[in-house]
């Protein structure tokens, strides 16, 4: 009963399905973020629900922890086996099984990407919108109820997934859902698994919503004298009922990284970058109705992407904002943040965390999707310098809890894993009592993703 | 540790809060379709969550059932105290709490009913779209993870509900969720809580969605040959992605009925109830697309309702379709069913509930949110003729079997309750395990709505 000999039985097993190169321990060791280095004992590489069956089923024989991995793009930690075990990476389960244009679904397994799903439908005239940057695999999109800048139109993983597949800690095989679009039917286990971290069960397959591609879509940028003006502004355009497919806030020292790392030529104020979807006329009300508002809040430097080409230019530079913002922090690592207010709130949350940063001595770029109250300050930190990091967790914790205090939450779209969890009990209060039960009742031995997502039991 | 003991203990804190008397006890044990009445022990009426803690908690300590009761409109036999105990009442827990324009959201005990909310805010410009028929309470909506005619466009509960505050088995207050529009914080308790149906705790109070009113409406109706060319327009329709507010399937039996009921002089063929919602020249716009849909399938005999009170009338017939069924069955009792599948899966699905009805000798009216996939077969049934009982629940059986079969649900809204449970095993398999195994984790004692969703561990 130890990780030794659960690696030795999947090996037994799975053959060279089981990796325990230098290479592969080292590269599942590793994050984007501040975290540290933690390579796993071992890397699975299931091509199916059944290796995956097997796979959980012999670790949960030998209490061997086991840490599922997508991408590697999670920036809380998720997918860091920092109790050892196995990494079970689902780069050979990257399958599109089923579309289905008439019914607006797919099947998926999870290690298909976001990028690799809409290149296989493009020709079916329907898209998956959700897109939080990184080309996350629709697994980890899924475990950590990720979202991203189409979510104030298309909503998040939590409102696009119709049913999952998935394995639990027994090495059990469930179905959650259906393809019926509603249901009423028991309790609601797919959307207790989405945004579960893989701590409940490790999502194997899933059926998604797909959207019928806009007949017109354009994009445009704009800025604003102060970061209250361009809140203001989103505030407004919400409350008017604008359907924005994106409406992104980028403050001036964000900007001044895009101009640092893509040379973008920006004037050094805040932003707002802007889609609208439609049909052709609506494209056009939209985009009226919006600018009208924008005017009363000052907006000026209007400029339109209106070809494809230009578009993608412009949303790439945007996804590009961890990398502008190490740029800018000389190539300092990024401390990426993440909280999600009311949006009346909005303007509150962002101007306390620009002061907290500029009294704190931090470099920090703020970058939102701020039609859901959403931000980001990503804070470029040397782990080396213990001082600056003690900086960035007072910030972090700090910006916690003006969430917290303004009605909002500890995170918008990046989850919990390692980093967020000492403001769980803020957050959650006695609510972490009946987590805790459902995560004791669905994985006694602790083996899925264990040190994720829940703090220890002493830690109030 | 008895039932009696409870309510002594109950009567001596909560004093008039708690009652015994005949007409309180037999108003609790009935029902509107065909289960048998079944009167609690006592009736409670809380006014406060502090009030459901101590229920809680007494009822807890003496090992007593408890139901949560709100419109006792549910379908399933939810509101049933059918192992004895407590009923407990949100009759007295009807305040609007909160209202935030800016945010579109507000906050409401469980007790307010959808009416009295939307008439609350009624000048706000802003509305709670969801609308199952009867003028639910918002709690009990939320345990059935109710929807009905507007869910297509603004979806469900589950849609619709952004934090809940609920009182757990052992009387502990949770909140889960913010107002915040979206997060990745935990465990998805809120949506676990939706759908539950007062099993796995009971919901006091709820932060809800709003929308803003469409600032132009408009109802139509409009007939078709046969029932399969109504279908294949509302799936062409969703598939062309036009945003119907409402669209409501009536096979020529529930016309009838109406003819019956509502003196509704209608021709007794499939007909489309619709609506439109948005600016007047996206109305326009909607309703010249579906009409050109609607030609291809041969729709006829078109009428508009522009005006408030056409368009009230309108739907107050179409919501009278329980009684309407049993007008038509002559005052028999109405066994509601309700399935919901893959839209592409529709006219399959509702041809063959029409097929087994009539091969039975059942009286049967269709009615359906058919832009969800979702619909309802309201069979005439007299509880004391064993036969036609065993009929019917053929009919069910089978109706449910299509539905799984065809890739859907035996439930889209009306949920499991008393009726359901014989389904859950064939359609969850495997999932159920985790169910029970939650249910066990967060209400030990099973004192919180005993007997309903989750099926005996010794019936398959």
């Not at 399958?95 to 397994?109: A, G, I, K, T, Y």
Request: overall charge negative.
């Amino acid at each position: 009963m130890s990780i030794k000999s659960a690696i030795d039985a999947l090996t037994a097993q799975l053959g060279d399905k089981i990796s325990t190169s230098q290479a592969d321990l080292t590269l599942h060791g590793q994050n984007e973020t501040y975290f540290p280095n933690t390579p796993p004992d071992a890397v699975a590489y299931p091509a199916s629900t059944e290796d995956v069956c097997t796979i959980v089923k012999t670790c949960a024989d030998h209490s061997c922890p086991i840490t599922p991995v997508g991408a590697a793009s999670s920036l809380e930690g998720q997918h860091l086996a920092t109790a050892g075990g196995v990494s079970l990476d689902f780069r050979d389960m990257n399958q599109v099984l089923e579309v289905s244009p008439e019914d607006l679904n797919c099947v998926v397994q999870a290690g298909v990407t976001r990028k690799g799903l809409n290149q296989y439908i493009r020709n079916t005239g329907l898209f998956f919108p959700v897109d939080p940057g990184a080309d996350a695999s629709m697994g980890g999109m899924a475990a950590t109820r990720a979202s991203g800048t189409t979510a104030v139109r298309y909503g998040t993983m939590r409102e696009n997934i119709l049913a999952l597949e998935a394995v639990l800690a027994d090495g059990t095989v469930i179905r959650t859902g259906s393809a019926a679009r509603k249901a009423s039917n028991g309790y609601d286990l797919t959307h207790l698994l989405i945004g579960s971290e893989g701590t409940l069960g490790i999502i194997t397959k899933l059926t998604l919503k797909l959207h019928g591609l806009p007949e017109a879509t354009t994009a445009a940028t704009c800025r604003f004298e102060t970061v209250d003006d361009a809140v203001n502004c989103v505030i407004a355009t919400i409350q008017c009922g604008i359907p924005m497919a994106r409406i992104e806030l980028l403050d001036h020292m964000m900007v001044r990284g895009f101009n640092k790392y893509s040379d973008a030529g920006l004037p050094e104020v805040p932003h707002l970058f802007l889609e609208f979807h439609g049909s052709p006329a609506a494209v056009e009300d939209q985009r009226t109705a919006f600018s009208e508002i924008a005017h009363e809040y000052g907006a000026s430097g209007w400029k339109t992407a209106d070809t494809t080409e230009d578009r993608t230019a412009l949303w790439a530079m945007r996804h590009d904002a961890h990398y502008a913002s190490a740029a800018l922090g000389n190539g300092k690592h990024i401390w990426p943040t993440d909280v999600c207010v009311p949006i009346s709130k909005l303007a509150e949350a962002v101007g306390q965390a620009q002061r907290d940063a500029e009294k704190l001595g931090l470099t920090a770029t703020i970058v939102g999707h701020v039609g859901d109250g959403n931000f980001h300050a990503g804070l470029s930190v040397d782990p080396n310098d213990p001082a600056e990091m003690k900086r960035a967790e007072q910030f972090t914790g700090d910006l916690c809890k003006t969430a917290l205090r303004l009605g909002g939450t500890v995170s918008g779209e990046h989850g919990i894993g390692l980093g967020k969890q000492r403001y769980m009990q803020a957050e959650h209060g006695d609510a972490l009592t009946p987590m805790r039960a459902i995560k004791a009742a669905l994985d006694p031995k602790n083996i899925l993703n264990p040190d994720k997502m829940l703090p220890p039991t002493n830690e109030k």
